[in-house]
């Protein structure tokens, strides 16, 4: 008689190591959420594997008891594929933030997004490089004082959902680091997801960029700073929902109306469709103060994973020429001896 399953708990998923961020820092929040949202995703724990580059967010998978990897700087991504090639059955995740990611890593994680490689990528943005001491990062706003910019940055930022979706990503999202119960919703769906699922999460740095993101997290402001997707529903926010973005058709861009003025009803309202490419672009490039920060799924259109694609491509190969001889390979062609 076959023993019951054990029900695993948050706690199965924690490890004997010392948490080491500083306090207050928001990856304890996502920690939290994600040890706590592992049991409830079906997957043996020996499944699962995290795999993380450099920074902060990367001290990750010595926090979870499962396996995992902590690479170099930027890679994450291509050990990520590597795994996943060689044992598909395995749920790989991938930790980064906006300097990994973006900056050394971002030719990596460009081509993991295009390839659609069957990961769940959760990027940490906390707009400023926050291990090697608060340099300015890819997403850090134009003004940024770090102590690699003194009189305040001039690069232009890259937003990550715009950047993800320009990829190739199927699968965008965007939350925030203490919303747990958003945030769980988000990355449920994002491990449903067929191919590479991309999560920005809007994450406090306490001592290098503390409150950067206040705007959307403050409680009492975030009806006015946050607008919160819901696929097939119309774009409203504010604190009774009476405001709305609706599409101005001559500018092709969206403006902020409100319910009752103008003759304005929710028919004029935008609805939200994730399958639309064109209007998640619209709403990632949206930025406070002007309008309300989209968080949740803005983009998602299935398409088969890239591993699936390898491996169906190899049975087609091997029934054509038969198994391959590495040893034969080796000496075929042009071949020379040196003396």
């Not at 990856?27 to 043996?44: C, F, H, N, R, S």
């Not at 090639?85 to 395995?90: I, Q």
């Not at 990961?119 to 997403?139: A, C, D, M, R």
């Not at 409150?211 to 997707?229: M, N, S, Y």
């Amino acid at each position: 008689m076959n023993a019951p399953i054990q029900k695993l708990t948050a706690k199965d998923y924690a490890t004997d190591q010392e948490v080491r961020w500083c306090p207050g820092c928001g990856d304890y929040a996502i920690l939290k959420t994600v040890q706590k949202l592992m049991p409830e995703l079906g997957v043996k724990k020996e499944n699962s594997v995290f795999v993380s580059g450099i920074g902060c967010s990367s001290r990750f998978p010595y926090y979870m008891n499962t396996f995992g990897f902590h690479t170099i700087h930027g890679r994450a991504p291509a050990v990520a594929t590597g795994v996943k090639l060689a044992n598909p059955e395995l749920d790989v995740w991938v930790i980064t933030g906006d300097g990994d990611g973006l900056s050394i890593g971002g030719n990596h994680m460009m081509h993991v997004l295009r390839r659609n490689v069957d990961l769940n990528i959760l990027l940490f943005n906390n707009e400023i490089y926050g291990l090697t001491k608060g340099q300015y990062s890819p997403t850090s706003p134009v003004g940024t004082r770090s102590p690699s910019t003194p009189d305040g940055s001039v690069d232009l930022p890259l937003t990550p959902a715009v950047f993800a979706i320009g990829a190739g990503a199927r699968f965008v999202a965007r939350s925030i680091d203490t919303e747990m119960k958003h945030l769980t919703r988000v990355l449920t769906e994002a491990h449903q997801h067929e191919g590479a699922s991309f999560v920005e999460i809007l994450q406090n740095c306490p001592v290098y960029n503390d409150g950067i993101f206040e705007a959307v997290k403050d409680k009492k402001q975030a009806p006015d700073t946050r607008l919160v997707l819901e696929n097939g529903q119309p774009l409203l926010f504010g604190a009774d929902n009476q405001k709305g973005l609706k599409l101005n058709t001559a500018a092709l861009a969206f403006e902020i109306v409100t319910l009752g003025e103008d003759g304005v009803t929710e028919a004029d309202i935008m609805v939200h469709d994730e399958t639309n490419k064109v209007l998640a672009q619209m709403l990632a490039e949206l930025k406070g103060p002007e309008f309300p920060v989209p968080v949740g799924v803005i983009y998602q259109v299935p398409a088969t994973a890239y591993v699936s694609d390898v491996y169906s491509q190899r049975i087609v190969v091997r029934e054509q020429k038969g198994a391959g001889d590495l040893n034969a390979l080796l000496r075929t062609g042009h071949t020379w001896t040196v003396e």
